[in-house]
């Protein structure tokens, strides 16, 4: 679905990532972790064709992204960005539904399919009762919410989530992460990031450690996510400990 090879990534005359390659298929979820800076939004927005590339390539589903029109990236990505601040009072179900912007012709309104899928949507995320609530009046948690449901009315073959989970609370957090891992059972492949290793170990098949944009190490998140590299990545003290059933756990070392 998605191949980088060799990447370098930044900003006009200024390279800020390099030499970041890996492999993303159908149903394959992968974590970034990497701390403030590090380049993960950078890099997301490189992928998506937002900045243009220093050098390697980006395909998707074999065509380097460079050749590909806006809409068809729309058709294949669907991107939740960091941060949103509702300046037009949208209903979140306007909202959700200016993600089929993509299959919508010109000149033309959304069809009843079109609506069909944002209700699904918002209701797959417990989202109904907001749906004629201004994206302007609801809280900050709950808007991230909707970002997700635009994001997957686009029915896209990527999703891409840029920390997916700031600001919701721990049952929202929860609420995500279990619709990131019912997506890609469904064939969706999820490139997401986060700040919390510990999202990585429950929904991710593979994490990228981005350090200073470049990979620090990248592989299943047992193999990766280590006491050493989290030190390296955070430069804090952190246990990872084994959970009964196979699970891991970060566990920040504080001193008393």
């Keep these: 679905m998605l191949e980088v090879s060799d990447l370098a990534f930044g900003f ?18 992968m974590c970034v972790l ?34 590909l029109s806006r809409t068809e990236i729309a058709k294949l990505i669907g991107y939740v960005p960091q941060g949103h601040s509702g300046y037009f009072a949208y209903t979140v179900r306007d909202f959700v539904l200016m993600g089929r912007t993509a299959h919508v012709g010109i000149f033309s309104s959304p ?8 209700a699904r949507v918002i209701a797959s995320l417990d989202m109904a ?15 991230q919410l ?4 635009r994001a997957l009315a686009q029915e896209p073959r990527l999703l891409l989530l840029d920390e997916p989970t700031a600001n919701l609370d721990f049952g929202n957090q929860v609420r995500v992460l279990e619709r990131i891992c019912a997506l890609a059972r469904t064939g969706i492949a999820i490139l ?22 470049r990979a ?33 756990t970060c566990l920040p070392a504080i001193g008393h």
């Design 12 to 29: 006009p005359g200024r390279t800020i990532g390099r030499g970041i390659s890996f492999a993303l298929g159908a149903g394959e979820v």
């Design 111 to 118: 069809s009843k399919k079109d609506h069909e899928v944002a």
């Design 146 to 149: 909707a970002l997700v449901a």
């Design 34 to 67: 990497g701390p403030n800076g590090g380049g993960k939004t950078t890099l997301f927005r490189t992928v998506l064709g937002l900045l243009e590339k220093h050098s390697g390539s980006i395909t998707l589903e074999g065509r380097p992204i460079e050749r």
């Design 216 to 248: 620090l190490e990248i592989g299943a998140p047992r193999d990766v996510i280590r006491a050493d590299t989290l030190q390296r990545l955070y430069g804090v003290s952190v246990q990872v400990l084994p959970l009964a059933g196979g699970g891991h």
């Design 129 to 143: 009762h907001l749906s004629e609530r201004p994206v302007t009046e609801i809280s900050g948690g709950e808007r």
């Design 192 to 213: 997401f990031s986060s700040h919390d290793p510990d999202h990585a170990f429950l929904c991710a098949q593979r994490a990228l450690l981005l350090a200073e944009g």
